[in-house]
Each structure stands twice: as structure tokens, then as C-alpha cells.
């Protein structure tokens, strides 16, 4: 987590990683403008999982942009950003019990 400058009195806090959920309803805004202000806030990593394709693209800033590092459907999918956060694709879809 990276701490900006106060504006207007409120400490601005960026997160190292944004895990968004795709909805139906917002596909653009959540794949396309969202991307756009994480980046340009420098968010250091974005999940994007999609729940109708089933699967989770993982995004690296680099140079102020944001490049694909995986997209999975399927087994392993690993943080880079926060070493140690690794979960599996199927269970992130798996129908609750």
C-alpha cells in the first residue's frame, strides 16, 4: 500500500492490488474505466475475475500501464505483487456447498 499526500485533509492510501468483479451490468465500466484509474493512481496489480467466462486475468502496472501478466480458467493463480497470495481458479468459481 502506497500513502500520497493529504488532500483536503484525507490521506490518500493506493492499494497494491484491486480484485473486481465483473458484473453483467457494468462490463465496460469495470474492464475498460476502471483499468484506466487504477492505473493512473498507480495500483500495482489488477484482477479482473469474470464470473460469466470464468476467469481471472491478472494485470502488472509497468510504466504507468497496465500489461497482462496471466489469465486463467484454471489451476493456480499467484500474486506478484504479495508474495504468498495464491488461490486456485476453481475454487474461486466452485458453487458454494
Known amino acids: 500500500m502506497s500513502l500520497l499526500p493529504c488532500l483536503d485533509g484525507f490521506l490518500r492510501v493506493v492499494p497494491d492490488l484491486v ?10 465500466r469495470d474492464t475498460i474505466e476502471k483499468r484506466t ?3 493512473g493512481n498507480g495500483v500495482s496489480e489488477y484482477w479482473i475475475v ?3 467466462r470464468r476467469s ?3 494485470l502488472s502496472l509497468v510504466d504507468g500501464e497496465f500489461e497482462r501478466a496471466a489469465r486463467v480458467s484454471s489451476g493456480a493463480v ?3 505483487r504479495l508474495p504468498g497470495l495464491d488461490l486456485r481458479a ?3 468459481f466452485a ?3
Open 19 to 28: 480484485v473486481e468483479t465483473i458484473s453483467p451490468s457494468s462490463r465496460t
Open 37 to 39: 484509474i487504477y492505473a
Open 50 to 52: 469474470d464470473p460469466e
Open 56 to 58: 481471472i486475468e491478472v
Open 78 to 80: 499467484a500474486s506478484r
Open 90 to 92: 476453481e475454487d474461486v
Open 95 to 97: 458453487e458454494p456447498a
